[in-house]
């Protein structure tokens, strides 16, 4: 069994930067896929980034391309979420996930596990 817990959230103006931190328990979180989820309120939860279990490949939404950087520490069981020029259209409930498998293969692939969320907000 894997826990997933985030923290970082906050709130922030329009052009800052927060940085997202997701914290495992759990031996087997280096050979797991991670992701970032987020959440706006009255919309559907939808795919934020991606990273396979090695960090040497990451994916990303159209949305937060060029300003959201995810990366991983696997001796410190933690994936990250740096998130740069920052929109009010970002703010949302984020939320940390993972899959079983290494590789990422699409969103459903991170299905397996899900941590608790953190609330950004972005004000203009």
């Known amino acids: 069994q894997v826990q997933l817990v985030e923290s970082g959230g906050g709130l922030v103006q329009a052009g800052g930067s927060l940085r997202l931190s997701c914290t495992a328990s759990g031996r087997t979180f280096s050979s797991y896929a991670m992701g970032w989820f987020r959440q706006a309120p009255g919309k559907e939860r939808e795919f934020v980034a991606a990273i396979n279990w090695s960090g040497g490949i990451t994916y990303y939404a159209d949305s937060v391309k060029g300003r959201f950087t995810i990366s991983r520490d696997n001796a410190k069981n933690t994936v990250y979420l740096q998130m740069n020029s920052l929109k009010p259209e970002d703010t949302a409930v984020y939320y940390c996930?993972?899959?079983?498998?290494?590789?990422?293969?699409?969103?459903?692939?991170?299905?397996?596990?899900w941590g608790q969320g953190t609330q950004v907000t972005v004000s203009s």
């Open positions: 996930a993972a899959g079983r498998r290494s590789w990422y293969m699409g969103p459903d692939s991170l299905s397996d596990y």
